[in-house]
């Protein structure tokens, strides 16, 4: 009875507890996550705890670590406290150094550079001494991101048996990866990726070490290792595998694969141009446990393979930057695990509507990123899309989508990031109140017109907008920007959006990046910009702004790194800016009005256009630049002085246009220190003297412009010798005296060559077929592009380009030529005393658009190939002593907009065609025995009939008179006569017709002329 009481009471004090062990059920995957998390942060802790403060350090194991670092080059203090009088002794303390709890023992190092703690980019150097060996309880060890340039990695490594963690990312070793790391049994997380300069012959050695369960090797050179697959699958615990960008070996599928337990979770084999999806057959035995794939940059070619669908458990595939083509397959709806699909950057090329549909399914719900960006995909955007309820973000920018954006399409509630820019979609923008997860919106570079829509300030999660680049317009006011809190980038450039705020309107934002370049801003300076005070990025070019630039703006924000002010109409003097902006600082304040003297900028600037303006004075702050300069356009302005010469202190120097001032004396030596120049620009100046030899050295140099100044001597032969790679020489109204050196043929990218207005003679050299550019009909770049890296202060170095832009002179004007530069082939060799024939081999340039030789002592005659030219729109040959007749292959020249023959000893007939006879007489003037329209001058029955004489050298379109021509001529005779004059023999009608025509026809020609000779007489009777 006692036990039966007894169960009663159990039975009701479990019932008390029994709703806190039903929650505890319920959330028992809540409590595994806190027990998670807390094992995390003990790891972290593990990392970059200095040690316990109750640990004492082991005397032997201090000096050890002592000697270690006298074998380092820590040249910024990265072990400053190892050793310092405050924790001398206490080695535990010492800054990546882990010691055991409860036995002081040193279990861990990390050295690795953590640009977090401001010691980016001052890594340990030296060598690794082996004192290390003598930590016999080192498990982790991570020197990553360091430079220990030009050693292997120390063979000793593989004799430290505690390791059970070892990074040596990114650390600078060459040579082969030793195979004593395979003696490392304990070792569970490997990580050699990063070092480029490594390599690996044979992985066997790494099937020795059953217990790992990471390997990164990404960027390691594996092109020998034809067992690599061999000897990973030999090790049952690995879960993650990096092989990206290793030069892996063609492998053949493995059949043997199922008789490993090879539980891989994780692989990535990206960047190693592996085309074809067949060599990825042995992924798919791998279905029931992998959840990662990245194969992206392997050139894959062909349909996406259905296997991919079958991988049930995939979490994450990434098949970017290959060459795929057509849609998605069906199989991909079922997978219901997949969170995130990246195919962007293919070729995909099916109807966006029909890759939704073979997406949907067990797909629609788990989703969350899809990435289809870079392909070919068109039609307009599916409703299907709100199906996918999961998704969080949604790229589809650059590709060839139409339509107008369906409402349905923005029915995504958990939606982060939206990107169709880069597009073709049209029509007005809708309602955006339904994206209320929205964070990112991009629908730049599109066709969309309208006005901003007032929705969009129901977007209150949103933090970056871009709008730019569409037909936009209307009024932007602070109903659109008032509840956006917690937006940082704002850009609705190149649109005709107005924007109007309140004089006092104070934003509730502080935007980091600003773009409203070409709306209408002004035409007074924005006093809103006031509250900004973290700007990173402003860009209010052409904005119409007219007004004196407010004192604060100078100091508006200490981060600012690009700031464009151009095409504006701002005015006054510049302050000291010298102190301002961000740490390298981008600044372009060009088509203005500003004047004075330059004033003090930036010493990291690594941009500086202050183009077309009306600055003054001498080029003085230069000299006090910290060389971190990229570009320096000082053009179109009033400076003055010679120039300095400190250039050999800008070793990034891409483009220096100095153009159009008024600056004089020698161009300095330094000059050819720019070892990174690409473009030099100092026409329109008054420099003096000769080239200096220095410029050699600019091997990099595309484009030379040294028009319009005083230059004297030869035309150096190093330019064709050290210049090759220039598109662009310009030397032209100088005073340059000589011949053109036959080394001028070694360049054979030039496509604009201009020597005109100097003093050169001699001949034109027979080797200009070897421009290779202008054998070329067309080119596939309309503008002149150089690319170059820059300092930047987010990362070390940013990659950009630079359009740039060169006079030519066309119909007697001077234009600058920017977006279609790369389009012009331009040969100038006018106003010079150049002698000689033109040499026939100049008809082989059959991308010229422009040949100039007039004014020059050129005789002989005219190529007969020049008709070969057909892209020709500027033709001169005027004021020499060419002779002979006008080649019948002119007829061929359709584009010519600009002809000058005139003043040469020209003869003949001028050939017909649409072109030739359109031009005004003037062109052909000055050359006696030429006849024929549009001259007044009526040719001879000789000079109509005469069939010119073909010499070799003079053989053309007329070198098709041979004896079969005369075979043929005759053929012809006989053809013709029997079927024109043999009816008029056999039928009396045709006969009587056919004569009373030519009778009529007879009548007209002599009673025309004097009907109208009578007209004149009457009219003008002087």
């Known amino acids: ?97 882990k010691c055991n709890n409860h036995t002081g023992h040193v279990v861990a190092l990390d050295l690795h550079r953590d640009s977090d703690n401001n010691i980016a980019y001052k890594p340990l150097r030296g060598n690794i001494g082996p004192s290390l060996l003598e930590l016999e309880h080192l498990s982790y060890l991570d020197l990553s991101d360091n430079e220990f340039l030009g050693t292997p990695i120390p063979k000793f490594i593989g004799s430290l048996r505690s390791l059970q963690y070892l990074n040596l990312s990114a650390t600078g070793f060459f040579g082969l990866v030793p195979d004593q790391l395979g003696n490392l049994s304990n070792l569970r997380i490997l990580d050699l990726s990063r070092n480029y300069a490594l390599s690996i012959n044979s992985l066997e050695w790494i099937s020795r070490i059953s217990s790992l369960r990471y390997i990164s090797l990404s960027h390691v050179d594996l092109s020998n290792a034809t067992d690599w697959l061999h000897s990973v699958s030999k090790l049952p615990l690995l879960k993650e595998l990096h092989l990206g960008w290793c030069g892996l070996p063609v492998t053949s599928p493995f059949s043997f694969l199922s008789r490993y337990n090879f539980s891989i979770s994780s692989i990535d084999l990206s960047g190693n141009s592996l085309k074809s999806p067949s060599r990825y057959h042995w992924l798919f035995n791998l279905s029931s446990t992998l959840t990662d794939v990245n194969l992206s940059e392997n050139e894959m070619e062909g349909p996406i393979p259905d296997a991919f669908g079958k991988i049930i458990s995939l979490k994450h595939l990434n098949l970017s930057i290959n060459k795929l083509e057509g849609g998605v397959p069906k199989a991909f709806g079922n997978l219901s695990n997949l969170r995130s699909l990246d195919l962007s950057l293919n070729n995909l090329s099916a109807q966006l509507s029909q890759v939704f549909l073979n997406l949907s399914g067990q797909l629609e719900y788990s989703l969350q990123m899809l990435i289809l960006s870079g392909n070919k995909l068109k039609g307009p955007l599916p409703d299907n899309v709100k199906s996918f309820s999961s998704l969080r973000e949604l790229l589809l920018f650059d590709n060839l989508l139409n339509g107008s954006i369906p409402e349905s399409f923005l029915q995504l509630p958990n939606l982060e990031i939206l990107d169709l820019s880069w597009n073709q979609l049209r029509g007005s923008l809708p309602n955006l109140y339904r994206l209320t997860s929205l964070k990112e919106l991009y629908l730049d570079n599109n066709r969309l017109t309208g006005s901003l829509p007032e929705s969009i300030s129901c977007l209150s999660k949103i933090r970056k907008i871009y709008l730019s680049s569409n ?81 604060w703006f100078w100091d508006l924000s200490p981060k600012l790194e690009l700031l464009n002010l151009s095409y504006n109409n701002l005015g006054g003097e510049l302050p000291d800016l010298s102190l301002k902006f961000g740490k390298f600082p981008r600044l372009d304040l060009s088509s203005n009005n500003f004047t004075g003297l330059l004033p003090e900028f930036p010493s ?97 140099l595309r484009i030379l412009d040294l028009g319009k100044n005083k230059l004297t001597g030869k035309i150096p032969e190093w330019i064709g010798d050290s210049l090759s790679d220039l598109v662009v020489l310009s030397l032209r109204s100088n005073e340059f005296h000589g011949h053109i050196p036959s080394q001028i043929c070694q360049l054979q990218l030039i496509q604009i060559l201009d020597l005109s207005l100097n003093n050169i003679s001699g001949s034109i050299p027979h080797c200009l077929k070897n421009f290779t550019a202008m054998t070329a009909a067309g080119s596939l770049n309309s503008t002149i592009t150089h690319s170059y890296y820059y300092a930047s202060g987010s990362r070390k170095y940013d990659y950009t380009s630079y359009a740039d832009s060169a006079l030519l002179l066309w119909k007697g004007t001077e234009f600058e030529y920017k977006n279609t530069l790369g389009l012009v082939r331009s040969i100038d060799l006018s106003s010079n005393r150049i002698s000689g024939e033109i040499p026939a081999e100049i008809a082989s340039l059959v991308g010229l658009v422009a040949l100039n030789l007039s004014r020059n002592n050129l005789t002989g005659r005219i190529p007969a190939k020049i008709g070969d030219l057909r892209l020709l729109n500027f033709l001169d040959f005027a004021s020499n002593h060419l002779f002979g007749g006008i080649p019948q292959s002119f007829s061929q020249l359709n584009y010519l ?126």
């Not at 595994?32 to 350090?57: H, M, Q, W, Y």
């Not at 690594?606 to 080029?619: A, C, D, E, R, V």
């Not at 990034?652 to 159009?660: E, K, M, P, S, T």
């Open 604 to 700: 990291s600037s690594t941009s500086l256009i202050l183009s077309k303006n009306k600055f003054q004075g001498p080029l003085s702050f230069i000299c006090r630049s910290s060389g971190s300069l990229s570009i320096l356009d000082l053009s179109d302005n009033l400076l003055s002085g010679q120039l300095p010469d400190c250039w050999m202190d800008f070793k990034q120097l891409a483009i220096l246009n100095l153009a159009n001032n008024r600056f004089h004396g020698n161009v300095p030596k330094s000059i050819g220190s720019l070892s990174e120049v690409q473009a030099l620009h100092l026409r329109y100046n008054g420099f003096t003297g000769e080239l200096p030899n220095s410029l050699k050295q600019c091997t990099l």
């Open 471 to 551: 037909s936009l317009e209307g009024l932007v006011s602070e109903v659109h920007l008032s509840n956006l809190s917690l937006l940082q980038h704002l850009d609705i450039s190149n649109n005709s959006l107005v924007l109007k705020f309140n004089p006092t309107w104070l934003p509730p934002f502080q935007l980091d990046v600003i773009r409203l370049a070409h709306c209408r801003v002004g035409p007074s300076f924005p006093k809103w910009l006031q509250s900004q005070k973290y700007i990173l990025e402003l860009d209010i070019s052409g904005s119409g702004i007219s007004d004196v630039v407010p004192s």
């Open 897 to 1022: 907009g600009v002809l000058d023959l005139s003043n040469n000893n020209l003869s003949g007939k001028i050939p017909l065609s649409t072109q030739l006879q359109s031009f005004n007489a003037s062109a052909y003037a000055g050359n006696l025995g030429l006849c024929g329209l549009p001259l007044a001058r009526i040719c001879s029955e000789n000079q109509c009939c005469r069939v010119p004489t073909v010499t070799e050298d003079d053989s053309g379109d007329e070198g098709f008179i041979s004896p079969g021509f005369y075979a043929g001529a005759a053929l012809g005779f006989v053809v013709s006569f029997w079927g024109v004059c043999g009816p008029l023999l056999f039928n009396s009608s045709w006969a009587f017709a056919y004569y009373r025509f030519l009778d009529n026809m007879k009548n007209w020609f002599v009673a025309t002329p004097v009907f109208v000779m009578a007209k004149l007489k009457r009219w003008f009777p002087g």
């Open 1 to 97: 009875m006692n036990v039966f009481y007894f169960s009663i009471w159990m039975l009701n004090r479990l019932s008390q507890y029994l709703p806190a062990f039903v929650f505890v059920m319920r959330n028992l995957n809540v409590l595994c996550l806190f027990i998670f998390l807390s094992l995390k942060s003990v790891a972290i802790s593990f990392r970059s705890a200095s040690g316990n403060s109750t640990i004492k350090c082991i005397e032997k194991e201090r000096q050890i670590l002592v000697r270690f670092k006298q074998g380092l080059e820590d040249e910024f203090g990265l072990l400053s406290s190892w050793g310092s009088e405050e924790n001398k002794r206490e080695c535990c303390k010492w800054r990546g150094v």
